[in-house]
């Protein structure tokens, strides 16, 4: 079986709602397809999320990675041999994650539809459904609590509240929202590098009532001695998000004992493959692990869980960025039941993209 055909295009989804966080306030975002045809009639489809602030790559960078890169990688070679063809990619897209991904994506789903097995079951088949939080952007208190609240009534158990910009705020945040839901509801917060050092000891004192799950990225990603030092002084499980970009983020987070947790995101990381590399090292070093997403079409999503549903050590889900895409083309590439991801149960990712 050979590549015989291969293409990408970009895909412009605007939210239903736009968010803010600590760093910037997002309204819509683009996302990069790829179809990967073989001679035996079998396609593979991938998706790549760039992100200038996270990834450090835009839609036409993609673009030119694909035409540059991995198209003469890919024509004519053996789609099976997927270690063989991302080890060829690799150097060449050093520091261009969300292209890796992309490709990842593709050939991971095309080695599940040769198999006639949903992905999961093949990476192992750990558990077969997985709860994920949903998150509320930086919002007024009384937004904050509203949204909580219909979140609760849809059936989601676990919440992830953003922060970052106003500690006095955050903390006035959590607590109310904490108040409104009840103690059964899991409350996670992120401060996506906003805080200083003072502050996120202050927010942990102030917020200690609340039962906080765990707390992400509270300091920022260049600063790593103060995030260990957070680690180390806090109650509360502390997890990397931005500061974990590759393996070698992983094992020098691990190796120094600077947090408790890690945020595996497949745009930051460079797809599945080092994905569960770099869960590996979580594990070996006793860390817990949350699989996380930016604003992901579905496939992208599915691809995430698919990856967590087959590790144990996963144990946490933030699998929320497809919700509030509009004209998303992969809707139903994953299924949402009261909280709950499921995967379609179809070979491969689980979707096929008309074409």
């Given at each position: 079986m050979k590549i015989i055909n291969c293409n990408i295009w970009a895909v412009t989804m605007t939210l239903s709602e736009p968010y803010a966080i600590a760093y910037e306030t997002v309204s819509k975002t683009t996302n990069v397809f790829i179809r990967v045809e073989t001679s035996k009639g079998i396609v593979g489809f991938g998706c790549a999320a760039p992100d200038l602030q996270v990834t450090g790559e835009t839609p036409e960078s993609v673009k030119e990675d694909f035409n540059r890169v991995i198209l003469p990688a890919l024509m004519g070679s053996d789609p099976l041999r997927r270690a063989l063809l991302m080890e060829k990619m690799q150097t060449s897209l050093t520091g261009k994650p969300s292209a890796l991904a992309l490709v990842d994506m593709a050939l991971f789903d095309i080695l599940g539809k040769v198999s006639g097995l949903p992905l999961y079951r093949i990476l192992g088949g750990f558990r077969t459904r997985m709860k994920t939080s949903i998150t509320i952007s930086i919002l007024p208190v009384p937004d904050t609590v509203k949204k909580a609240l219909t979140f609760v009534e849809k059936g989601f158990q676990a919440i992830k509240i953003k922060g970052g910009i106003d500690v006095e705020k955050d903390i006035e945040r959590i607590l109310s929202v904490r108040a409104a839901v009840g103690d059964k509801i899991a409350l996670r917060f992120d401060a996506n590098q906003g805080y200083s050092e003072d502050e996120i000891f202050h927010f942990v004192r102030a917020t200690r009532s609340a039962n906080l799950e765990l707390i992400e990225q509270p300091t920022p990603r260049k600063k790593e001695k103060l995030l260990g030092r957070v680690t180390r002084q806090?109650?509360?499980?502390?997890?990397?998000?931005?500061?974990?970009?590759?393996?070698?983020?992983?094992?020098?987070?691990?190796?120094?004992?600077?947090?408790?947790?890690?945020?595996?995101?497949?745009?930051?990381?460079?797809?599945?493959?080092?994905?569960?590399?770099?869960n590996a090292v979580a594990r070996a070093a006793g860390l817990d692990v949350m699989v996380g997403c930016m604003d992901e079409a579905a496939l992208s999503i599915a691809a995430g869980l698919h990856f967590a549903l087959s590790c144990p050590n996963v144990a946490y889900a933030d699998l929320d960025g497809h919700f509030d895409l509009l004209d998303d083309p992969t809707e139903g590439a994953v299924i949402l039941k009261k909280g709950v991801l499921h995967p379609t149960e179809k070979p491969g990712l689980g979707f096929d993209l008309p074409f």
């Open positions: 806090v109650h509360l499980p502390i997890m990397a998000d931005e500061s974990l970009m590759d393996l070698r983020d992983a094992f020098r987070l691990a190796r120094k004992n600077l947090i408790d947790m890690v945020n595996i995101k497949l745009m930051k990381v460079g797809g599945i493959d080092q994905a569960l590399k770099i």
